[in-house]
């Protein structure tokens, strides 16, 4: 393997996008080269505060395909009225992630094909402060994804078009 020298972990940035917020996707050879969405649409940032967020890969067979069972999990320090607000739009939306990786500024996606949909949440008031840590994953009964990054065009595309939080 190449390119595997030791560095940075963890994400730098994290955009999430709604899967109904997409007019188009284009993947060519594993990479996400072009993507439109649709009128007033924003990609969401995501706070990688101290390696709060991750993105897994796993592999899923169905019916002789194999696939990647993709997740991502993040965690909502806001306790107010609007984390409850972002703790349910995550509950009830399909996205697909898209991570910086802080080594090489590589771009790294999930959902692209089948989309991540909630699949666990915790909040503990002992154990972690009563922050929400929730999972978005590939949903049950799809053959998963492939292995899929990003060009730095749809990444600057995802950023001109992020929400100001």
């Not at 709604?18 to 439109?36: G, P």
Request: charged content about 15%.
């Amino acid at each position: 393997m190449f390119g595997c020298a030791g560095g940075a972990t963890g994400l730098a940035e994290l955009l999430l996008v709604n899967l109904s917020d997409v007019q188009s996707i284009t993947i060519t050879n594993n990479e996400v080269t072009a993507l439109t969405l649709v009128a007033n649409a924003k990609a969401v940032p995501v706070d990688c505060y101290k390696n709060s967020v991750k993105m897994i890969d796993a592999i899923r067979q169905l019916d002789g395909a194999t696939g990647l069972e993709q997740s991502v999990t993040v965690t909502v320090y806001d306790k107010t009225v609007d984390g409850a607000n972002i703790i349910e739009a995550l509950l009830n939306g399909k996205f697909i992630a898209f991570g910086k990786l802080r080594e090489l500024g590589a771009i790294k996606v999930a959902g692209a094909s089948a989309g991540l949909e909630s699949s666990a949440s915790d909040s503990d008031t002992s154990s972690n402060g009563g922050f929400m840590t929730i999972t978005l994953k590939t949903p049950d009964g799809s053959k998963g994804d492939s292995p899929t990054v990003c060009s730095s065009s749809v990444w600057s595309y995802l950023v001109a078009n992020k929400l100001n939080v």
